[in-house]
């Protein structure tokens, strides 16, 4: 298993990032939040977790060694492999998702694309021991991301998530007219109020 790529960014965009390590560039797949951590040009480790397929090999990268770990764990439960994985933790911070599962909280997982009642409800019953409880007080603290960087990693986000284009500069224009003047909170809190224009 590769545990995690160091060396510095050669490119990212909405399917990911490559990492130039010792002059091999590894692409790795993330969330928005992670890429809105990572700088074209700037030295970075990010954790990753290879999934190994008869036709492909794929890396994943991760903020952090938690969002790694709760990535592997979702993949424990039936019907999720690691795209849908990797959508909860779009959604959802780690924390938020040991939340929705220890408080049962159907609403929660059924916000992520992919995800309808019945599997949510699959999710929590199959999870339940392996997620753990939340940690501290706050589900959805996060690192803030760069507030220029923010467009475009919501945008990316969700045209991974399987929206258009289209939609997701419209939803993205949507949050940020909501914005204007205000603090900008970190890319998943706007991610989810992305998801919620794109579901009215």
């Not at 091999?24 to 397929?53: K, N």
Request: glycine share 10%.
């Amino acid at each position: 298993m590769i545990a995690f790529v160091s060396g510095r960014v050669a490119a990212s965009g909405p399917e990911g990032a490559v990492i130039d390590v010792g002059g091999v560039g590894y692409a790795v797949q993330c969330t928005p939040a992670t890429l809105a951590g990572l700088r074209v040009g700037e030295q970075a480790q990010v954790p990753t977790s290879l999934i190994v397929r008869e036709d492909s090999m794929t890396l994943f990268g991760f903020a952090d060694d938690d969002e790694r770990q709760v990535f592997e764990l979702l993949q424990t439960a039936s019907g999720v492999g690691p795209r849908l994985a990797l959508a909860m933790l779009a959604v959802h911070t780690p924390n938020a998702l040991r939340h929705a599962v220890a408080a049962e909280d159907l609403n929660a997982l059924v916000k992520v694309p992919g995800i309808g009642k019945k599997g949510a409800q699959r999710i929590v019953l199959e999870l339940k021991d392996r997620l753990g409880g939340p940690i501290g007080d706050a589900p959805d603290a996060r690192v803030p991301a760069r507030a220029a960087a923010w467009r475009d990693q919501v945008q990316a986000g969700l045209v991974n998530l399987g929206w258009s284009a289209r939609d997701a500069d419209a939803a993205v224009d949507a949050v940020a007219a909501d914005l204007e003047g205000a603090d900008v909170p970190p890319v998943p809190v706007l991610l989810k109020a992305a998801l919620k224009k794109l579901s009215r």
